[in-house]
């Protein structure tokens, strides 16, 4: 990844477990992070989970970003064929 794309993946790990724990405590809706970011968690945790396995072996630390792989879990189990938003709600209007 490069320094730089560590740096992007820490921060995206850490806003990702965030949310995590919001949805495990109840805190925030599964529906509503499934709809703001589902598809964004599922597919980065796709293209981090090695990089994540090699962080939490070299740091001993195998609880390093385990809420982000809970709720990647979790969305990848429930996810549906759906249209996306930007086209099932194209002719919407406030």
Known sequence: LGPQGEEAA???CTTFETMGVLVYERMASYSLVEQ????????MYR???VWLEVVRSEQEQPSWAEW???LAEQLAKSK??????HIKYRDWRP
């Open 10 to 12: 820490v921060q995206l």
């Open 36 to 43: 703001l970011a589902g598809g964004m968690i599922c597919v």
């Open 47 to 49: 293209k981090l989970a």
């Open 68 to 70: 982000f792989q809970w």
């Open 80 to 85: 549906t064929q759906s249209e996306p938003a």
